[in-house]
């Protein structure tokens, strides 16, 4: 069952490791793809969130300039007063009038970074209260505006949700750090990947740090697609393998009908209705000569004159059992020596083997045996009719597997062996079955000699024929402890 299990391993392998390979590849491709598609999506909103702030910043910047560019003929209309109306982040105006000086010293410190900067100058910023002051150092008047940071979010426009979107967006300043949107994952860039984001708002006067960040986890890559893709490719694959074992199938199946048939060529029928046909006829005409000349002679005394034509007869009747003799002779030659020098080739031994053992596949896979093919040195060719030597090696390989068979699975082995000798190529195949008893091996080669039930035996006789015939020898021998070799010898191409 281990064999078993080791041959349908090797088989499947290959198209394991395929699928493994376009699976993880495409996979890969898809979670790249996905990664990008929302680092892009990220880098926008944040974008979008930075272009936001930065624009209401400005206006800070644009309303303390006018404030200060106005001069309202009545001083006391005091029409900053009404900013708050306009602008709900502004939550209030202050101003220092020309003789006046701030109840705070933190905006009278700022009014003289004001001054020196010509520009508004940052001053109580508290991101604990989401509020600071700017202020703008004026003549006569200086103002300063106490502002809300969350109001000057502008939710209508703002890219993302603010309570269900997973981006965390937060400002900073020296420090301090104001959450204005809390994002549904923490930075774990061990758990995943994290896309950033930093930019101060361009303002000069209120450089707060927006700085956005997203976690995204395994579970965000798109698992589904991936999975999909892994079960397209093994369907792919499956397909693609039944097509070519079916391809295989077919071409094994012709190859050993082809061999059948080549077998067939050679068995007993054969040669018995090629024996019937060829000694018919002379049988035939023996039989009317000795009956003649049995009836010529069954006078007693014979009449003379019928002696001569008695003669005639019986010679007649010797020269057809020649004839007979002849054919049978003439058989016997064609059958046990066929002539297979004219037609030999070149042929590599590792290729017939390797065909052979394709051939039997099936056979092997169902025995749960899977068969070695060793190469002692680099491959050689041997002069051989191939189609002889096809039929050797498959007849060797059908005779061990048949052994094999009758030993259990795990003891099952069969070693195809190929080395040059004596100049001579060789394959030798071993198995590990019950062998031969003595009385066996020494007339293995002999026609008719079997002791398999409903066996011809035939099969090593013609094999020995057949290699005599291309000049090479086919030998028989015990293996110890047990199992038989047949070492196959053929003349090797110079
Ligand atoms: P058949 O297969 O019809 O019996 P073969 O000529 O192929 O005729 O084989 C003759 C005999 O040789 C077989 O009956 C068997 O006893 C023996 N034999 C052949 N190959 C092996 C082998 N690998 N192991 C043991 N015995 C074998």
């Not at 093994?234 to 050993?256: N, S, T």
Request: hydrophobic residues 45%; contains cysteine.
């Amino acid at each position: 069952m281990a064999y078993y299990a080791v041959t349908q391993l090797r088989r499947h392998a290959p198209w394991a490791l395929a699928w493994c390979v376009v699976s993880l590849v495409g996979a890969l491709l898809m979670a790249r793809l996905e990664l990008s598609k929302l680092r892009d999506a990220f880098d926008t909103d944040a974008r979008i969130a930075h272009r936001l702030l930065s624009q209401k910043a400005a206006q800070h910047d644009a309303v303390l300039s006018t404030l200060a560019l106005l001069r309202p003929a009545d001083e006391s209309a005091r029409p900053e007063q009404r900013l708050p109306s306009v602008y709900p982040q502004i939550l209030s105006v202050q101003r220092r009038d020309r003789d006046a000086s701030w109840s705070d010293e933190a905006l009278r410190a700022a009014e003289a970074e004001s001054r020196r900067l010509k520009r508004p100058a940052l001053a109580e910023v508290n991101f604990a209260k989401a509020r600071y002051h700017l202020v703008l150092g004026g003549e006569p008047t200086s103002f300063a505006l106490l502002i809300d940071i969350r109001a000057m979010i502008p939710w209508s426009e703002w890219p993302m949700a603010s309570d269900a979107s997973p981006v965390r967006v937060t400002l900073e300043h020296n420090e301090q750090t104001l959450v204005l949107q809390p994002g549904n994952t923490v930075r774990n860039p061990a758990r995943g990947w994290h896309f950033d984001f930093r930019k101060p708002l361009s303002a000069d006067s209120q450089p707060f740090l927006l700085v956005a960040g997203r976690q995204v986890g395994w579970a965000q890559l798109p698992w589904g697609w991936m999975l999909s893709w892994s079960l397209l490719v093994a369907v792919l694959l499956l397909a693609a393998r039944a097509l070519l074992r079916q391809r295989h199938d077919r071409h094994r199946a012709e190859e050993l009908l082809r061999l059948g048939q080549i077998g067939r060529l050679n068995t007993l029928g054969e040669l018995a209705a090629g024996l019937a046909h060829e000694l018919n006829q002379p049988l035939t005409a023996i039989l009317a000569s000795t009956q003649a000349a049995g009836r010529l002679l069954a006078e007693d005394p014979p009449d003379p004159a019928d002696l001569g034509t008695a003669r005639t007869a019986i010679a007649q009747a010797t020269d057809q059992a020649k004839r007979a003799s002849d054919v049978v002779n003439r058989l016997r030659r064609a059958v046990e020596q066929p002539d297979l020098g004219g037609q030999v080739e070149q042929v590599s031994l590792l290729v017939a083997a390797r065909s052979a053992v394709y051939l039997l596949e099936p056979e092997l896979a169902r025995l749960g045996i899977s068969p070695a093919v060793e190469m002692d040195g680099p491959e050689f060719t041997v002069l051989a009719e191939p189609v002889a030597l096809e039929q050797i090696i498959h007849n060797l390989m059908i005779n061990a597997l048949q052994a094999l068979e009758l030993v259990p699975a795990p003891q099952r082995t069969l070693t195809l062996k190929l080395d040059v000798a004596d100049k001579r190529g060789r394959l030798t195949l071993q198995d590990t079955g019950p062998g031969m008893a003595n009385n066996v091996v020494s007339r293995i080669f002999e026609p008719f000699f079997t002791t398999r039930k409903g066996g011809l035996g035939l099969g090593l006789s013609l094999c020995e024929t057949l290699t005599g015939g291309m000049g090479g020898t086919l030998t028989a021998f015990n293996r110890v402890p047990r199992g038989a070799e047949f070492c196959l010898s053929l003349p090797l191409v110079p």
